[in-house]
């Protein structure tokens, strides 16, 4: 399980960067930098599929971090709109993620 909790964490604050890297994103003042975003993407994509490799073939596992990285991104612009604060968006996806690991169950991610 701890394996599935850090996947999704990466995925999560993957996305997160990536998403503040937007010139359209109102959780920041000034967008993050583009490089640091998609290195942060991209180093958290990758760490997730690794680790997903650990218990799943390499096919699920990708397609698992596919499957979750569309639900960050829509979560992200749904809490974006409802939460004015960075923190407290990416707190509110944090824990959300921590619980669909811990509830979720064998079958999610």
Do not use: E
């Not at 994509?45 to 690794?50: D, F, M, N, Q, T």
């Amino acid at each position: 399980m701890l394996i599935k909790l850090i996947a999704l964490q990466l995925v999560w604050f993957g996305s997160a960067a990536w998403y503040c890297s937007s010139d359209k994103q109102q959780l920041l003042r000034r967008p993050l930098s583009r490089n640091f975003a998609a290195l942060a993407f991209l180093t958290g994509i990758v760490g997730a599929v690794l680790l997903l490799c650990q218990l799943y073939p390499w096919l699920a596992a990708s397609f698992s971090v596919l499957t979750l990285l569309m639900f960050c991104w829509c979560l992200l612009t749904l809490l974006s709109a409802h939460c004015s604060k960075a923190l407290s968006t990416l707190g509110a996806g944090a824990l959300l993620m921590t619980l669909l690991a811990a509830l979720g169950g064998a079958n999610v991610a």
